[in-house]
């Protein structure tokens, strides 16, 4: 079941320049959603997240937005860094329960 | 505070024999959750175990796998008479609740010849 869904599985930008990585849901009852960033042969770590009653939440350079009624969110990153490449995965929760991961999208940022 | 320890990190096993997936918690979280990811794959949900419960199994195939959590000792995965399609990598999480989401071990990586 794609409760989650990241359309794009890779994005290239310059360094400097902004990534926005986009993530759909489909389950209305999910109530806080994450983004996880993953570097190879190692397990995913934890970015940043937001919960269902916001519409934006910042650290530093990363962004988080959230469109309920599109069921959409979005991470910026600003300024992009080579170091930020890796790929980025979505996830959704509700009700304190186990989370749901979109298939993940691959950033890479080009010195 | 060591973080989320998974073993091995290499496993290779026979078509046909068992395989077992060790991963102990952080310090303090009694929630753990198990994912696969297939090559060129996202993460997909498992089974969501507290101590001694399994409280979500429904990402589990429902034969030849199986988990546990038990009271004392780490969390175990388990996958009988593996297939070639089980080569994947498998991650665990736990997390004392999801708002700080979950701390991710680094995987064990099952290849099934």
């Known amino acids: 079941d794609q409760q989650v869904k990241q359309n794009s599985p890779s994005l290239s930008v310059q360094e400097g320049r902004i990534s926005i990585l986009n993530c759909d849901y489909t389950?209305?009852?999910?109530?806080?959603f994450l983004w996880y960033k993953k570097y190879p042969a190692e397990g995913p770590t934890f970015l940043i997240s937001?919960?269902?009653?916001?519409d934006k939440n910042e650290d530093g350079r990363f962004t988080v937005f959230l469109n309920k009624s599109a069921k959409h969110l979005s991470l910026h990153i600003v300024p992009s860094q080579p170091g930020d490449s890796a790929v980025y995965f979505c996830a959704a929760a509700y009700n304190n329960n186990d989370m749901r991961f979109g298939a993940g999208t691959r950033l890479t940022v080009k010195p | 505070n060591a973080g989320v320890m998974q073993n091995p990190r290499h496993l290779v096993r026979r078509r046909g024999q068992e395989a077992r997936l060790r991963c102990s918690p952080m310090?303090?979280?009694?929630?753990v959750y198990w994912y696969r990811q297939l090559p060129e794959e996202g993460l997909k949900f498992m089974v969501y175990?507290?101590?001694?419960?399994?409280?979500?199994e429904s990402g589990m195939p429902k034969e030849r796998f199986s988990a546990e959590f038990p009271k004392e000792g780490p969390s175990i995965l388990r996958i009988q008479q593996v297939v070639r399609g089980d080569s994947a990598a498998y991650f665990c999480?736990?997390?004392?609740?999801?708002?700080?989401?979950?701390?991710f071990g680094s995987g064990t990586r099952l290849t099934v010849v």
């Open positions: 937001i919960s269902s009653i916001k």
């Open positions: 999480a736990s997390s004392p609740d999801v708002e700080r989401g979950y701390t």
């Open positions: 175990l507290q101590k001694e419960n399994i409280i979500d």
């Open positions: 389950n209305s009852m999910f109530d806080y």
């Open positions: 310090k303090g979280h009694s929630h």
